[in-house]
């Protein structure tokens, strides 16, 4: 995830509004995503992590509502703001309901949108930052030193971590004795790069056991979750 620049998904299939769109926003220091069709949209969200989706209505091919759904049921929660050339309350409400969490109808005052992101942004680091963990995490023997990027093992060996491995452990420790999917997984870890095999999160696990279990073949923190993810208990 990166931690200085914001990244966001603009969906808009109105060629002139998308470059004027685009070039404000990154005027505003935000890093821009393009996609031209609800198509588009899906594929960038699933290869790719987002602060903020802006998201027309009215798309060829699978419309915003369409892909506000689809997000969602994928887990999702990247804040999405929708925009309409339709006044019309019913899509308002639709989308709304389907997991939008803002909406703007058109023609609308960029400084107003400006605001509504900024607010959407905000909201979702608090929470991002309320969730996330301190420095320090100890489990059994073991503890972990995020800023460190290390670990000192049970068996009192300090080890240092890779960026996703360090990655991957605050975000199944940051869900304790939650499944955290392998979608959920391979947004927030992998994120802009391509896609890793499934062995590759597999391989992440078995070092975790490795490093930090008393017996890795019976493992007491760290479980996969056959055909769905892993989880972390305690
Ligand atoms: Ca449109």
Do not use: C
Not at 27 to 40: I, K, P
Not at 82 to 111: C, H, I, Q, W
Not at 206 to 231: A, I, M, T, W
């Amino acid at each position: 995830m990166s931690e200085q620049t914001i990244s966001i998904l603009l969906v808009e299939d109105e060629e002139n509004l998308h470059e004027a769109l685009k070039l404000n926003l990154e005027l505003e220091g935000y890093e821009v995503t393009s996609a031209m069709d609800g198509n588009q949209a899906l594929k960038a969200v699933e290869s790719e992590y987002f602060d903020l989706i802006i998201l027309d209505v009215m798309l060829p091919g699978i419309d915003g509502i369409g892909v506000t759904e689809s997000i969602r049921i994928q887990q999702n929660e990247v804040p999405i703001l929708m925009l309409s050339a339709r006044n019309a309350s019913a899509d308002r409400v639709l989308g709304l309901k389907k997991g939008a969490d803002d909406y703007l109808t058109k023609p609308f005052n960029l400084e107003e949108l400006l605001l509504r992101i900024q607010k959407l942004v905000n909201k979702n680091k608090k929470i991002q930052e309320k969730d996330s963990l301190g420095e320090l995490y100890s489990f059994g023997r073991n503890t972990i030193d995020f800023k460190a990027q290390e670990a000192i093992t049970k068996t009192g060996e300090r080890i240092q971590l890779s960026k996703k491995e360090a990655m991957l452990l605050k975000l199944l420790i940051e869900n304790k004795n939650e499944v955290v999917t392998r979608e959920k997984i391979l947004q927030t870890v992998w994120g802009y790069n391509v896609y890793p095999t499934t062995r590759t999160i597999d391989n992440f696990v078995l070092s975790f056991r490795k490093y930090f279990e008393e017996d890795s073949r019976n493992p007491e923190y760290f479980h996969s979750v056959r055909g769905v993810g892993y989880k972390y208990t305690e």
